[in-house]
């Protein structure tokens, strides 16, 4: 057999599987987006209980390993009677996790936006959202984006571990077809070489523009 | 469904005992990937084009595709050329080669943080290449390099949990054992994450002060 | 650019100097820092280097000192090529190896010290002629603290440098360098770096180097009055050029070139 012919053969079962993982990258870079602009902004909030709950939050899942949240949440949840979707699952877990590391970018990055711009926007008597919408925010994109950007490729990695909880995608499919064709090489090589393509050739690159954009808009270039 | 604490009592000692397994691969991951990230470092500094190119995409490759696919390719792909390597070498060795390319990167932040005046002093006295990197470049790098790493000891304890998946006697392939012969996955599952919680927990907080002394003894400089 | 079949293997003769540049030329992408260059030190010279910020004087000690690869030419060093070796009869760009036994007897003394941070100044001295020379390390320490005695720093032998003045280190650099037997030193802007009041002890330590040893030395400096009580002889250079040199007394007292006296003046004008 030729590795053309494999590729024929099962080429579909590759697509299909890439198919789930876009999704759940995509579902889970929402989640995780969501929950560390939120938490990120709670860690810096100066009420106490609320900063508290988001260090529980953040300390929790940072804490404790992905690949166990998955797990608990597939295995343990439904003995309490909440049954959810594998597919469901899986982005949740790697949502909630990646957040929790998202949402300490989002912590550092406000911090590090300067001083000064804090009090020219008081200066001008914003109301604090509008201060922070409007001045602080943008400022701190342009500060995170490039550890963001490495963010989002653990998560795109992180994706991969959905697969043991049977979730059909590119990772799936590759143990899949190496149980039922014994080509290791082949299916669990083409399955990391999908993978680097879509990190190297499609997140980074689109990461990297993101960036620019925004240097851009901040009239640095 | 309610915690049992017999039961509990019951896996308590098995778990704690499979525990010890995950902080050797961490442990042993962790040395492999120091020793191997400073061999990527190096070779990615050589004169020779060939070598830091393909040296720099292997780097990238192994950071851009999942650890647990890795496992999988490393464990399955040795036998089909007449390699059978166990699950703790097989393991051992994706952990290792992976962490070692994130590993690289801190060395070669070391490494580019040494003034280009200690490199032309070096040739002034003419000492060779090899004597350069092992009597001053790396003696002032490597601590600099260090005060970085402590994080990826951590993100490798995090990321055992994925040896179970070619059956490594780690922590969380004793928890599903236990929970697939006793049909109860809360007890099992709830106590990993316990564990790797505390675990997590304790151990940034030493690598936090470490780190702030290795920096507190550079401030001598 | 002539064909290197055109330059001797060797220098030959009754007065072969201890360094001849030979139509050197350095180039970084299109801009050229050094068009032709044609210097040639005695043994035993003292030769300074002066100019304007950007002529290339720092460039042409880095070249001797093999830190900056030719774009033309050939660099003798006592006769033998440097940046060149001899390959069936005819000059090639010289191999790593080659290059590294051609620039032993070269020292390097830098602006900024580059003093090994890990190491105290004893260390600093013994790196040399223990790793490099091959010496013992009783035979390097006695080496070492020798120097140091010379050039004033024994006492503070087992400093690191961050303890040291910027002046203390520079000493130190001196004695670095001489640990590896040169028979060429290069200076270049050593005292730059330095504030004004310790400026002195350094300078102190090369008149001594001048008046005590036979050394052939490079030197580029700012400092006139320094360059004129110690040189053999000043080159002025100007863009990549050697404009004018001669004798200090000549050079400082009557400058044939028009560049030459505009420096001079402004210089002067700066003091
Ligand atoms: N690595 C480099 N790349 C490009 N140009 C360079 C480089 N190094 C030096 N140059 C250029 O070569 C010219 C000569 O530099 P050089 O350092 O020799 O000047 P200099 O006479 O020592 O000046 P100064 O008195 O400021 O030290 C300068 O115009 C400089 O900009
Ligand atoms: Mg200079």
Redesign the interface.
Known sequence: MTYISFLSDYGGRFVDGMLVTALQFLCSLALATVLALVFGLMLLSSNAAVKGAAVVYV??F????????L??LF??LP??GITLEPFFTGFLAVGLNIGAYGAQLVQGAIKSVPRGQWEAAYALSMSPAKRMRRIIIPQALVIMLPAWGNLV?EL??????V??IAVPDL?FE??QL?SSTY???WT??T??VI??IF??FLV?PTMRSLEHVMARRMGRS | ?HWDWQFTAEILPRLLWATLNTLMAAGLGYAIAAVLGLVFAIAQRTPFRPLTVTVRELV??L????????I??VY??G??YGVSLSPWVAGMIAIGLHYAAYLSEVYRGGIESV?K??W??C??????TA?TYR??IL??ALPLSVAGMGNYLISIF?????L??IGVAEL?QAA?AI?GQNYR??EP??I??VV??VI??FS?ASIRGFEAWIRRKLG?? | MEALSSFPLELTGPEVPMVRFMNVRKTYGDFVVLDNLNLDIAPGEMVTVIGPSGSGKTTVLRML???ETINGGVIYVDGKPLTHMPKNGVLVPADAKYL?KA??S???C?Q???????MTALENCM??PV??LGLSRREAKERAEELLSMVGMIEKKDQ?P?RLSGGQQQRVAIA??LA?RPKVMLFDEVTSALDPEVIGEVTNVIQDLVTKHNLTMLMVTHQMGFARDISDRICFFYGGKIEEQDTPEELFANPKSKRTQQFLSAVKAAD
């Open positions: 300390e929790f940072r804490g404790t390993s992905l690949l166990v949240q797990f608990w295995f343990v003995l309490f490729i795109l990695k992180s994706t991969a571990l697969a043991l990772m590759a143990k190496n080509l290791s090489t669990f090589g399955a990391l993978y680097y990190a190297r980074t | 469904m990238e490759f950071r851009s595709t999942p650890l647990v696919l890795q999988f390719f399955y792909v036998p089909e003034p005046g200690q032309e002093a040739t002034a006295i003419n000492l060779t004597q009597r001053i003696p002032q995090k990321d055992t949990p994925m179970s998946v969380m599903t929970g996955y809360l599952y709830t990993v994450g790797f919680l997590s927990l940034a001598m400089y | 000192m093999t830190l590294r620039r032993s070269i020292g390097m830098f900024h010290f580059n003093l090994f941070p890990h790196e040399g790793q490099v690191h961050a670095r360098a590896m």
